[in-house]
């Protein structure tokens, strides 16, 4: 049996797999269908307790006394179908993943016997889970791990994979009071909206909060984003990825007037398991069959504009891509300190709009510092995230184990 980290997969040597997933609390697990673009076909592809069955796929109630499980069956499921997502959420409504551990195993569903078994590490304020998934590569099944967390609930998880969300306005309390009790061991206010009609609906889900300062994820819709530290905004605009070329430019000025500082700029591409693939900076300009281009070297600083630019083709990036992490290094060894007014943006490539921009606002007597990272999510979007960390490295080289941390 395989112990899994996140990103890493195994071939599936059953037609027929369970995967249930096991914690100290109940979980409400489910699956969802997808296609090639990522998405179901319609409702009827989520399957959960209220919605038990689809085409290959079996929902599975433990009874309270073993995990909840999804059963898949490749040779079942429909053309069209490459993916089947496997999610769960506590039971307790509200309650987060904050010291419990769940662990999913992916069994040979026809005599029980482990493949494969997977603990999502680091959890803390994420409320449902992207688990695992099984796909279909080169004609051939697999699983992989995933541990893709989510703040919003199972309704995020279904918003992200097109399934749609009851939007209806909750009943008055005197209506409220007369509404059909949930199944059987639905929590009393489920974490996800999307029921069969055949079903009475549950109470819709608290609106989400405003974004907490320095924490909150918001998009493109309202125009450019200038983001704090620490701060994440979701590359989404009108509803759709943002998925073209893109332009990451950096700039700075001596702090001390005519004293030229030189610094570089780079970019780190790391794969799902936090492996270096690649590293792209003055000394090599062009790296991930171009999909990731560096506009060379700027020796002093001066001048109004970006000193540096990098611009990365998001659709064209290799899929084991799934994070980018931008860094500046000052090689002489003159301390950010000696910088002023630091900053990055994002642009559109195509038109020259600034999306996003953040300014670093604080100084450390260091010589690398990281500005912003792009994460691939689970779903196919961008997120970028405001970093502003300072690092004693001279180099990119001196970046890479430091920026894999910081994923």
Not at 361 to 374: C, D, H, N, S, Y
Request: charge should be negative.
């Amino acid at each position: 049996m395989t112990a899994m980290t996140p990103g890493s997969n195994i071939p599936l040597t059953a037609t027929r797999v369970a995967v249930d997933v096991a914690a100290p609390v109940r979980l409400d697990v489910s699956g969802l269908l997808l296609g090639a673009n990522g998405k179901v076909r319609s409702d009827d592809d989520f399957i959960f307790y209220n919605q038990p069955a689809g085409p290959g796929v079996t929902y599975r109630s433990g009874g309270g006394t073993a995990p909840d499980a999804i059963l898949v069956d490749t040779g079942a499921l429909p053309a069209g179908v490459e993916r089947i997502v496997v999610t769960a959420s506590p039971d307790a409504a509200g309650q987060t993943f904050q010291g419990i551990e769940p662990t999913a195993t992916i069994r040979n569903a026809d005599d029980g016997s482990p493949l494969a078994t997977f603990t999502p590490p680091s959890l803390t304020t994420e409320t449902a889970l992207v688990v695992v998934e099984i796909y279909l590569r080169n004609g051939a099944w697999k699983a992989r791990a995933v541990g893709q967390g989510y703040a919003n609930g199972l309704a995020g998880i279904a918003t992200d994979f097109g399934v749609s969300v009851d939007e209806e306005p909750a009943a008055p309390p005197a209506a409220a009071a007369q509404a059909a009790p949930p199944a059987p061991h639905a929590p009393p206010v489920p974490p996800v909206a999307p029921v069969d009609p055949r079903v009475a609906p549950p109470a819709p889900a608290a609106p989400p909060a405003a974004p907490a300062p320095g924490t909150g994820k918001i998009n493109l819709d309202k125009g450019r984003v200038s983001l704090q530290k620490n701060q994440t905004v979701s590359l989404v605009k009108g509803g759709r990825p943002l998925l073209s070329q893109v332009k990451m430019g950096l700039g700075w000025e001596p702090a001390y007037r005519g004293k030229d500082i030189d610094l570089d700029a780079s970019v780190i591409a790391y794969g799902p398991q936090r492996n270096h693939l690649d590293s792209c900076y003055f000394g090599k300009l062009t790296i991930l069959n171009g999909s990731v281009k560096h506009s060379g070297d700027n020796l002093t600083g001066e001048g109004a504009g970006d000193d540096e630019v990098i611009t990365v083709d998001l659709g064209r990036l290799p899929a084991e891509v799934s994070g980018l992490v931008f860094t500046v290094n000052s090689f002489s060894g003159q301390k950010f300190t000696e910088v002023a007014k630091a900053y990055c943006r994002l642009l559109d490539a195509a038109t020259g709009e600034e999306l996003v921009r953040f300014d670093l606002t604080t100084a450390e007597p260091q010589t690398g510092v990281m500005m912003a990272k792009l994460i691939r999510q689970f779903s196919g979007e961008w997120e970028m995230t405001a970093m502003g960390e300072f690092v004693k490295s001279r180099t990119v080289r001196g970046m890479v184990k430091p920026a894999a941390q910081a994923l």
